[in-house]
């Protein structure tokens, strides 16, 4: 026979182990630096989820590209390798062409409204859900900011500057039809490989948010921000559909919830922050353009057509981007 203390703690570890097995982690990355929106949303998600579940649910936070530039985290996702990305819908395209419509120049007339059409409950749910099939879901959205240009050498102050430069965008078609559209070349190139290029001349530019411009130091070798607000940046964040979906009730609940909760709070902090971001850029020896309302206009008028243009015959990019119009006409 078994002395008691054997068995004892045989059944000791019986119990004990399972409950350890049950903790997941959940590995978060994105390629921002610094305190702007989207890794400040992982610092509030991981507090938030983890006061709710306690040891149920591990969360890991991976900025700066320590998983890979915005590409190998999306292919993450689908693959399972990772379980969380925070970046815009763009990089998404990989995975269902339909996440570009929030590129569509135009559809947007402010920061404020753009928040409200992302968040309206139908589009929010519809936009979500559209890399499902792939083994993505959509957990948050927001309005993070206002499309801005870097350039290091000449500023841009008129449409017609556009013509003849190199500048990075998003790897997606729509950017670079923008880009064709004012005479400029679009040149997808990961977020890590922008400040070298711009350095060594194989980009005069680059399409980004004024929250990278400054977690980069972007003054650093650029003096010219270019607020030409023709778009929005919208910040998203996906997961890995299958981890999500074998968590236990409450670990599921926790992270879809407060994940919900943190698009208002996201836009808040970004339209907040914006104000230091565009102060530091002057601090630091930079210019901030604006167009004048005649050069906004022309701006606008060239790239009116972009969206529909570009889906006219591709049937399931047309019907998102219809449901975007729709969306949008419910704020105007």
Known sequence: MKPIRFVLAAAIAAIVIPAHAQVATMKIGTATIGDGDQNKWMDWFRERVEKRVGDKLKVELYPGSQLGDNTRMVEGIQLGTIEGYVGPPGFSTPTDRRFQILDVPGVFKSLEQGQKIVTDPAFRKYFLSLGEAKGVEGISIWASGTSIFVTAKKPIRTVEDFRGLKLRVMANKMES?????LGSTGIPMALGETLPAMQTGVIDGTKLALVVADGFKYWTIAKYIT?????????MVTVNKPFLDKQPANVRSAILEEAQKLDDDMHAYSVEK???YRKNWVA???ELVRFTPEEHKKLLDKLATVGETYVADQPDLKAAFQKL?????KYP
Not at 177 to 181: K, L, N, V
Not at 325 to 329: I, L, P
Request: glycine share 12%.
């Open 274 to 276: 914006r104000k230091t």
């Open 284 to 286: 630091n020896g930079g």
């Open 177 to 181: 039809e923008t880009m064709g559209r």
């Open 227 to 235: 607020e030409t607000e023709e778009a929005l940046i919208i910040s």
């Open 325 to 329: 119009q729709e969306t949008a006409k």
